[in-house]
């Protein structure tokens, strides 16, 4: 859930009484503005060394205006996951209108979040060390970023539905989670990636598509979709914001676990 508030001024241009279809709130472009300075803000001094007054300043808005939209820097944080999940699922859209193999369109989407991300990758590398601890709401696993969170596993599924794999309806709910972590693996990769153009990250992406789309493949086979979902119960218990169990069903101790009868 965005951190962002409503909107302090009636939308449109003032004396209008509807919103213009073309221009943004006035409410809308601060709130943007704000987000905007801050980002960069943060890469030039450092996201410790930044202050909301600063960044408020900056802005040419009051302190009070900049808390009004955004509760504290770490919702600041949250503010820019919402806005590349948003870009990514623009980017990854071309990739899902155009191809039906899984391989093809895992790896796609890996390429979009790489483009989209590509401009914020020394901000990530300041910020990272935050973002690592567990108890800060920037984790990606952290309830503050829920939003942000269904969104890309949201991305996974629809990779997996349009695709022509043959996926088992009760893992239907469970690969996407799973691709969606190995995406965040992809992503502490490229956090410390320093080839040029993160280039190792880019054929990370692509053959971790393929293992990726080979193992849905598999889980086809009635024998090893036990393991399929006791991999993601081990996820679901030790990582916050993970599911703990598949929609709809109690979570048992030992269900799921391999070998366990059909």
């Keep these: 859930m965005s951190a962002a508030k409503d909107s302090p001024q009636p939308p449109g241009s003032p004396g209008?009484?509807?919103?213009?279809?073309?221009?943004?709130?006035?409410?809308?472009q601060t709130r943007a503005l704000i987000l905007e300075t801050a980002m960069r803000l943060f890469r030039e001094r450092g996201y410790d060394r930044t202050t909301m007054r600063a960044i408020a300043q900056e802005a040419g808005v009051s302190v009070g205006?900049?808390?009004?939209?955004?509760?504290?820097?770490?919702?600041?944080?949250?503010?820019?996951?919402?806005?590349?999940?948003?870009?990514y699922q623009?980017?990854?859209?071309?990739?899902?209108?155009?191809?039906?193999d899984l391989e093809a369109r895992l790896a796609g989407v890996h390429?979009?979040?790489?483009?989209?991300?590509?401009?914020?990758?020394?901000?990530?590398v300041q910020f990272f060390k935050t973002a690592a601890d567990p108890n800060s709401?920037?984790?990606?696993?952290?309830?503050?970023?829920?939003h942000a969170r269904v969104q890309a596993i949201e991305v996974h599924r629809e990779v997996l539905a349009g695709s022509k794999a043959k996926v088992p309806e009760e893992l239907r709910d469970v690969l996407p989670e799973l691709m969606w972590l190995s995406q965040m693996g992809m992503v502490m990769y490229w956090i410390y990636d320093r080839t040029e153009g993160r280039e190792r990250t880019y054929r990370l992406a692509g053959r971790g598509a393929r293992l990726t789309a080979r193992g849905v493949a598999l889980s086809r086979f009635r024998v090893l979709r036990p393991l399929v979902r006791e991999v993601h119960d081990l996820f679901g218990d030790f990582l916050p914001g993970m599911t703990n169990a598949l929609p709809g069903q109690e979570k048992q101790d030992g269900k799921g676990a391999p070998?366990?009868?059909e």
């Design 16 to 28: 209008s009484a509807e919103p213009s279809s073309r221009t943004p709130a006035k409410s809308e």
């Design 65 to 87: 205006n900049a808390y009004y939209y955004f509760a504290g820097k770490e919702h600041l944080i949250q503010g820019f996951y919402d806005q590349l999940a948003r870009e």
């Design 90 to 100: 623009v980017a990854a859209r071309e990739v899902l209108d155009r191809e039906t």
């Design 111 to 124: 390429r979009a979040w790489l483009d989209v991300a590509a401009p914020y990758h020394e901000f990530a």
């Design 137 to 146: 709401p920037l984790s990606p696993f952290s309830p503050e970023s829920e």
């Design 259 to 261: 070998g366990a009868p």
